[in-house]
């Protein structure tokens, strides 16, 4: 049997293969983020035939605040649960797993889409931010706590819709990138961005508000931004620090990819293009890790499992393109 197709254990949870299909936005929900039959349709095929170990569902928003676009799926509210329970009822019936992505847009979002400024760890532009006429507002130590709440009762909603587990979306230039990264953190209280501890307080506090109300037995996974991949930004020295915190606060999974620096390597466009981070990653936790990036060979997959530069191989785009690809990729390496 190929190293893809062995099956591998996320905390209590056993899963078939370590072929993942990341989150992906495919902005099918309804205004409010509610749950559609397109949405489930489109899960439908993705998932048809079990090839897929674990599925990861789209960024779905928190809060109406930290909503990142049209047609993003909401876990906002407890009438989200239905729809969502429904979308959950579709990938099971392939015998796959699947974990919710949550996830607050902070500087990311658009004014016209939240009707306010949007809130960050300070006040302060990027590039990679929407193109608001303001900058956004510092959070305060509420409107933390607030997120903090929001993200428990995200999760919570995530199980009670069936999910296998939960992704806490921490990559991407969303709002705990905006935390952990020193271009956008100039904070000087305990969530700092001049100290490692600082940067990640907000994260550490959430794993623990998540474990609290999911319980032991329900997988946590972080998609972590591991490096800005810029001058002054995050770097992997920083995140080898931080997923050995996360790992020690209850985190169950690791899926990495980039900071500001997105689901790209400015350096690098070979397949597995994060396998520099998610090797030196392995190499310090004892809990799996995914690597994503540019990858749309089975053999690359295979050979990335092999020298040991990930757990589990996230396939995104090959996937979107073609719902056929696991099961040609299974085949493949079966030869």
Request: charged share 30%.
């Given at each position: 049997m190929s190293l893809l197709g062995m099956p591998i254990k996320i905390g209590t949870l056993d899963v078939p293969n370590r072929l993942v299909l990341p989150p992906?936005?495919?902005?099918?929900?309804?205004?409010?983020?509610?749950?559609?039959?397109e949405l489930c349709q489109y899960y439908a095929e993705k998932s048809a035939g079990g090839h897929i170990g674990l599925l990861i569902t789209e960024h779905s928003y928190i809060s109406p605040e930290g909503k990142?676009?049209?047609?993003?799926?909401?876990?906002?509210?407890?009438?989200?649960i239905a729809g969502l329970e429904?979308?959950?009822?579709?990938i099971h019936q392939a015998n796959t797993k699947t974990f919710a992505q949550i996830n607050h847009a902070g500087a990311r979002a658009k004014q016209e889409i939240i009707g306010c400024l949007p809130k960050s760890a300070s006040s302060i532009g990027h590039p990679k931010f929407a193109k608001n006429e303001s900058l956004p507002l510092e959070m305060t130590y509420d409107d933390i706590q607030k997120v903090i709440a929001?993200?428990?009762a995200a999760a919570i909603r995530a199980k009670k819709a069936g999910y296998d587990g939960v992704e806490i979306h921490a990559a991407h230039a969303y709002l705990l990138t905006q935390f952990y990264s020193p271009l956008t953190n100039k904070r000087?209280?305990?969530y700092n961005g001049y100290s490692i501890e600082g940067r990640i307080k907000l994260h550490l506090e959430i794993i623990h508000a998540v474990r609290e109300v999911v319980g032991s037995d329900f997988p946590i996974a972080i998609r972590l931004g591991a490096s800005d991949h810029a001058t002054g930004g995050t770097t992997i020295e920083d995140s080898l620090l931080a997923v050995k915190a996360f790992e020690k606060a209850g985190i169950d999974l690791l899926d990495i990819s980039g900071g500001f620096s997105s689901y790209v390597n400015p350096n690098s466009t070979e397949q597995g293009y994060f396998s520099d981070m998610t090797e030196a990653i392995k190499r310090n936790v004892e809990i799996p890790v995914i690597l994503t990036g540019g990858i749309v060979e089975a053999s690359v997959a295979e050979k990335l499992l092999r020298e040991e530069k990930a757990?589990?191989?996230?396939?995104?785009?090959a996937i979107f393109k073609d719902s056929n690809w696991a099961k040609q990729a299974f085949l493949a390496l079966e030869k």
């Open positions: 992906i936005a495919t902005s099918k929900s309804q205004e409010n983020g509610e749950i559609t039959d990142a676009g049209k047609g993003q799926m909401s876990i906002a509210k407890d009438s989200d429904r979308l959950v009822s579709t929001d993200f428990a000087e209280d305990q757990d589990m191989i996230g396939v995104g785009r």
